[in-house]
């Protein structure tokens, strides 16, 4: 015979169901302990502890991950908490994802194996507190990677929120007949005309010089949305800039006016292109001050400023 002691929170009925199943004659205790008993053969011995092991690192883990989540991250809303844990728990085990060490399905077999050589040496064993010593580095690595998702949620969210502000202030300018080209380098970005001759705005120009933290990017974006052309061809050459890089974002707020080039000198066809990053965090540019900039200055500019020399840095 065989005594699994549980904490209220863990589901008693449902492990004697999974132990039942395999051939062990499993019932619930209840109590302010509850407790599972399960009679069973020497031959089912390591199955039974296969399967409680199943049972702590999927129900068990994802609980504890989620109650440490919450505990570092109190403003979180759980219901959020547990769906991001969930995919992560989920990802980690399908992806064959190391997690402090090893995979999940080598946490579960060394746990497991722990369990089976406890049985030999007491017929009642508590769950939590073994749990929580052998898989306490699972909880705390998991636990980092979903508040990295929760993170990464939020920028997200901002990232549509300023996306959505930017259509909104497209939309109040009328489109003009306009095409314009959109060069992105790591260095600098600028906008010229379709004959090739910069394109600039002095006051757009006069409104960046009273913030430091304008960028090349912010201005280009400006002048973009004030000038509303019906053409923005998109020269990308820096596939791999942090997300979210320049050239998605004209993209997503121009949508079908915005086209990419399919290859020129600027763009250097022949580079090699690097692998998307994960959208864990805004890169050196954002588009936070560009609404900023534009809800204050943009929607007072002309309509069709005249152009004067702007430069490329």
């Known amino acids: 015979m065989l005594i699994f002691e549980l904490t209220a929170d863990m589901d008693g009925r449902g492990l004697a169901a999974r132990l039942t199943e395999c051939g062990a004659a499993s019932y619930v205790v209840s109590g302010e302990c509850p407790r599972v008993v399960c009679e069973c053969g020497d031959s089912l011995r390591f199955r039974v502890a296969q399967l409680v092991a199943g049972m702590m690192t999927r129900e068990w883990l994802q609980l504890r991950v989620v109650q440490r989540v919450c505990r570092l991250e109190p403003l979180w809303p759980v219901e959020e908490v547990q769906f991001h844990a969930l995919v992560e728990i989920c990802e980690s085990r399908l992806q064959r994802r190391p997690v402090g060490g090893h995979t999940l399905e080598e946490w579960q077999a060394l746990l497991a194996r722990a369990m089976a050589s406890q049985f030999g040496r007491s017929v009642c064993v508590a769950l939590e507190p073994l749990a929580r010593f052998r898989l306490h580095r699972v909880v705390v690595d998991l636990a980092e990677r979903v508040r990295d998702r929760l993170l990464a949620s939020a920028l997200e969210d901002e990232y549509e929120e300023s996306l959505a502000m930017l259509r909104y202030l497209l939309d109040e300018h009328p489109s003009s007949g306009a095409e314009l080209h959109v060069y992105i380098t790591p260095e600098s970005v600028w906008v010229t005309d379709a004959e090739g001759g910069v394109v600039s705005d002095a006051q757009i120009e006069r409104v960046a010089l009273q913030d430091d933290e304008v960028t090349s990017e912010d201005l280009a974006m400006t002048l ?75 929607e007072s500019a002309p309509g069709a400023p005249a152009d004067s020399q702007w430069g490329e840095g």
């Open 224 to 298: 973009l949305i004030t000038r509303s052309p019906w053409r923005i061809v998109v020269h990308d050459a820096y596939p791999d800039a942090p997300w979210p890089s320049f050239a998605e974002t004209v993209v997503r707020v121009f949508g079908d006016r915005a086209v990419r080039c399919s290859g020129c000198a600027i763009c250097c066809p022949n580079r090699p292109r690097a692998a998307s990053p994960k959208r864990r965090a805004f890169g050196r540019r954002s588009s936070r001050g560009v609404r900023r900039r534009l809800t204050q200055e943009a």
